[in-house]
């Protein structure tokens, strides 16, 4: 049996250490927390949209955030009552009407989206409670930063609607030139100045995730978006003490002694250099094990980056290693060899002492983890 496993102990050390750094709320006033809205999505990064939704809330956190529609439901039909803000704006007519029946906060990017939220509004006699996103660069969802009056416009009949909250989406505020984050942010406020001059209620501003947030101070606002940093997985250095949350659990399925020169596995990529001991341990890069992000750059650049990389990669030790608890209770670093398999690796364990049914640990970004994989949250070890 294999499992994603995830140590509650670091997880609450996580999500504490979050709470710390935002009571620091970069204005001189410093009265006011700052809203640390929980984002959920794809599958709670990994570690199970419902119980870490649920574990979230057990430590405080009482809002959270989906792209989906599918995930929001899943989220009230598992009972939790928490504050939701759905994260990509829709005018989809179906999907709002079960968003909005569902107690689902909308996001709401355009026109057409808060036609059809206020349609849906008066249909179930409801007031729809709303966050407005505005596109300051990122060219997605959102109202463009430079069409402020189309928003206006837009906001004329909607009487049903409540502006709980206005927010925009950082396009890099993990590299290490901000400046576009800047221009963003500005961008962020001029819309949200000419929205007050206009009467607009604008509600809570949010414009950070991660980075943004802990890169940030003078941007925290009244809110921020935080994904990655409650996994200690962040794009920019961990100088915050985050804990990785997250690692695959598997066990030794068979072990085997071979001669100098056999072959292991496709490919014939490699051959044994001496006579060894083997295990095999039934996961492979199907479970995400190795997964790398993908080359989803295409600039003419970013090739050359990749090209220079790799030669760089050429002259480094790339092997893996997973752990392996040997029968003294130890986890031993152990070599992965040949190539990955889909649903099995072997790794050499000439010289150690361990038997089948050994437990082995293997790190792994719980989002590259298949949803039909066990979680299974953990106290201790
Ligand atoms: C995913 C997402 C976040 C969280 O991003 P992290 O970098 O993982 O913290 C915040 N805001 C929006 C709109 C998102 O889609």
Not at 19 to 48: Q, S
Not at 172 to 186: D, P, R, T, V
Not at 308 to 320: G, H, I, Q, T
Request: proline share 1%.
């Amino acid at each position: 049996m294999k499992s994603l496993v995830v140590n509650r102990e670091d997880l609450k050390h996580n999500i504490r250490t979050i709470k710390e750094i935002a009571k620091d709320t970069g204005r001189l006033d410093n009265h006011k927390n700052i809203e640390i809205i929980a984002v959920v999505k794809g599958n709670g990064y990994g570690l199970g949209l419902v119980p870490y939704s649920k574990f979230l809330i057990d430590n405080g956190i009482d809002f959270l955030a989906v792209s989906t529609l599918e995930e929001a439901l899943q989220l009230r039909e598992a009972k939790i009552q928490a504050k939701i803000l759905m994260l990509s704006s829709t005018a989809i007519e179906k999907d709002v009407e079960k968003l909005v029946q569902n107690d689902i906060i909308l996001t709401i990017g355009s026109k057409e989206a808060i036609e059809t939220a206020q349609k849906i509004a008066e249909k179930l006699n409801k007031t729809v409670k709303v966050h407005l996103k505005i596109d300051t660069g990122f060219g997605r969802y959102g109202f463009c930063y430079n069409e402020k009056e189309k928003i206006l416009e837009a906001l004329k009949n909607a009487n049903n609607i409540e502006i709980e909250g206005t927010f925009s989406h950082f396009t890099l505020a993990f590299f290490e030139n901000n400046k576009f984050s800047e221009i963003q942010f500005k961008r962020f406020i001029d819309v949200i100045e000419y929205l007050k001059e206009n009467k607009i209620e604008t509600g809570k501003l949010h414009i950070c995730n991660s980075s943004g947030f802990l890169k940030f101070k003078d941007k925290r606002l009244n809110a921020v978006r935080i994904g990655s940093a409650f996994l200690g997985r962040l794009s920019i250095p961990n100088t915050y003490g985050l804990k990785k949350i997250g690692y695959l659990k598997s066990q030794v399925a068979e072990i085997k002694e071979l001669k100098k020169g056999y072959n292991i596995g496709y490919s014939n990529a490699y051959t044994l250099k001496k006579d060894s001991k083997i295990a095999i341990i039934p996961v492979g890069y199907a479970d995400g094990f190795n997964v790398r992000d993908d080359r989803d750059m295409f600039r003419k650049i970013d090739r050359l980056r990749y090209i220079v990389r790799d030669v760089k990669d050429a002259f480094k030790d790339k092997s893996l290693y997973i752990d392996i608890k040997n029968n003294n209770g130890k986890y031993e670093k152990c070599k992965v060899i040949g190539r990955l398999g889909m649903y099995h690796i072997t790794v050499d364990i000439t010289g150690k002492d361990i038997a089948i049914g050994s437990s082995a640990k293997l790190n792994v970004n719980p989002i590259f983890v298949d949803s039909s994989i066990r979680r299974e949250y953990i106290s201790g070890e």
